[in-house]
């Protein structure tokens, strides 16, 4: 015969949070340690943190501090801000909130504990259950927790964060420069992206656009008109390529013509291989080149942007 696992509800088990789980979990502490695969020890309850009291505290196996929070109801904010305060207090290396109903967004805010700081930080929902006529036994399941994919996640996470910042500097300084030579962007603010731009005066999608990359930048006119499939980009595009020659002459240079089949737009652009976002030391060299690329790419394309003839609609 095979008995029917029953819920117990946990205040009849431990009728008082302090006085009766928390004394139980300190002289039972194997069973927590079997649920998340620790070797917690010296156990210590009532712990002082500044004004608060920890409701436990105990050593890992290479005696680091690990805090206990005791929460036998649903999750809410308060416990996560005394979980975070105490682990801190005591410059603890992880802390384990034992909850009997863990709410979502506090599963997703100890997942992002994991990823963004080097404490570990685990969410146990706590339950009671019994078999027929058997004493309530605990049940303690691991809800969220660290993991070397949560470490690397973090990690990843940190370096686009530190991208965004960088290419922020970077376009703060380009548009600071270009504001001194010309006013085709003096209305554009920096950006996290890899991109700032500015219409091209023209009711084409067009749009003139600085870009950069981790080790090159660029600048373009980028063609994207949106009211078909293409259709009138490609137009915009043939119409420009008839004044190639002229264009690349009073451009100074070579300029590299892309349809971009695989895509709606199109574009005219100007690699600058001097270096990219990630070469620092080398963008007053970058930026001087990028705005004077794009002041002469303005003045290639300005009189032939007039010309166009296109569709209304």
């Not at 196996?61 to 929070?69: A, L």
């Not at 992002?112 to 009671?128: C, I, R």
Request: charged residues 25%.
């Amino acid at each position: 015969m095979i008995g029917k696992i029953q819920r117990v509800k946990l205040r009849e088990v431990w009728k008082h949070e302090a006085l009766d789980f928390t004394t139980w979990l300190e002289e039972n502490i194997d069973v927590l340690n079997d649920a998340l695969d620790l070797s917690l020890v010296n156990v210590e309850r009532e712990q002082s943190a500044g004004d608060f009291s920890v409701d436990l505290v105990a050593e890992d196996e290479s005696s680091n501090v690990v805090v206990i929070e005791n929460q036998l109801e649903r999750s809410n904010h308060d416990h996560l801000g005394k979980v975070i305060t105490y682990l801190t207090a005591l410059d603890a290396r992880a802390a384990i909130w034992i909850v009997s109903d863990p709410r979502s967004e506090h599963v997703r805010a100890i997942s992002w504990l994991n990823e963004s700081t080097a404490a570990a930080f685990y969410l146990v929902k706590v339950e009671a259950i019994q078999i027929g006529e058997s004493p309530p036994a605990p049940l303690l399941t691991l809800i969220t927790g660290p993991s070397e994919e949560a470490a690397l996640a973090g990690t990843t996470k940190k370096k686009i964060a530190g991208r965004y910042m960088l290419r922020r500097k970077f376009w703060t300084a380009l548009l600071e420069l270009a504001g001194q030579k010309t006013k085709l962007h003096a209305s554009i603010s920096p950006n996290d992206y890899s991109w700032v731009g500015t219409t091209a005066g023209l009711p084409y999608g067009l749009a003139l656009n600085y870009s950069v990359r981790r080790l090159d930048a660029q600048v373009e006119l980028y063609i994207d008109d949106n009211r078909d499939a293409g259709e009138t980009n490609q137009l915009i595009l043939a119409q420009l390529a008839e004044a190639k020659e002229q264009i690349e002459k009073t451009f100074g240079d070579s300029l590299v013509w892309e349809a971009l089949e695989s895509k709606r737009a199109c574009r005219i652009k100007k690699v600058i291989p001097l270096g990219g976002w990630q070469n620092e030391d080398k963008w007053p060299e970058i930026h001087e080149a990028m705005a004077n690329a794009m002041i002469q790419l303005e003045k290639a394309l300005g009189p032939h942007l007039k010309k166009l003839k296109l569709p209304q609609g």
